[in-house]
């Protein structure tokens, strides 16, 4: 059977916006970039990485957003979150910018906004503009595809010739990172969930897929 559906659209973002999260991004000093599931629909990840990369800024991703960069990549800091991890949840706490595309800040990453990202300046990217705003302060709205805005971020600073100037702050994640990695390495009987999961590692190709369910037998 043939099926007839509308292709998503992909909307360009206003230059003028993207001229002005540009300016904000070069004068961060503590910049971090939040990646939702708009980045994975979009099809946007190797934007992603390369501008994480130009403004040495690390990433945390929301639930759906994990996967649009390696785990293992030096600048990715896990999940955000009341289930994320403390990395990236103090990463966001101390950051000055906070460049966030195809998220809805749901409270399962915020928990209470009272108290999320106090000190950051909030540059939202989305597709569909009644999220912008919606759960947190927003200083700078996209409405835009996330592939489509992130390329002309890129473009722009590419333009400029300008990098991040966040090399301190890179240390400052190398840190965290280190501060709050997982410990996994438990020899108690029976055995933990994490040293189970540490073991597993070992022997998986890198390019397995695990599928599990999901984890609350309620």
């Known amino acids: 059977a043939e099926i ?3 292709k998503p659209l992909k909307l360009q973002p206003d230059p003028e916006q993207v001229r002005k999260a540009v300016d904000m991004l070069t ?9 939702g599931g708009g980045i994975m629909w979009s099809g946007a990840s190797k934007e992603l990485i390369e501008l994480a ?8 991703t929301s639930l759906l957003g994990k996967g649009t960069i390696p785990e293992d990549h030096p600048l990715a800091l896990g999940m955000l979150g009341m289930h994320g991890r403390m990395a990236a949840n103090t990463a966001v706490t101390e950051s000055d910018i906070l460049l966030a595309v195809g998220v809805r800040f749901s409270d399962r990453s915020t ?3 009272r108290y999320f990202a106090p000190k950051a300046k909030i540059i939202h990217i989305d597709i569909d503009p009644v999220e912008i705003g919606k759960n947190v302060r927003v200083d700078l709205p996209i409405i835009g595809d996330a592939k489509r805005s992130l390329a002309a971020i890129i473009k722009e600073l590419r333009s400029r010739a300008k990098r991040g100037r966040a090399s301190r702050w890179l240390e400052r994640v190398k840190k965290l990172r280190k501060e709050f990695a997982p410990r996994m390495d438990y020899d108690e009987v029976p055995i933990k969930p994490q040293r189970a999961i540490k073991e597993i590692q070992g022997v998986l190709d890198e390019n397995a897929i695990i599928v599990t369910e999901v984890g609350q037998c309620q």
Do not use: G, H, R, S
């Open 53 to 60: 990369e130009l403004l040495n800024a690390p990433v945390t």
């Open 4 to 6: 007839k559906y509308e």
């Open 27 to 35: 004068k961060a000093e503590q910049p971090v970039i939040f990646a």
């Open 111 to 113: 928990a209470d906004v």
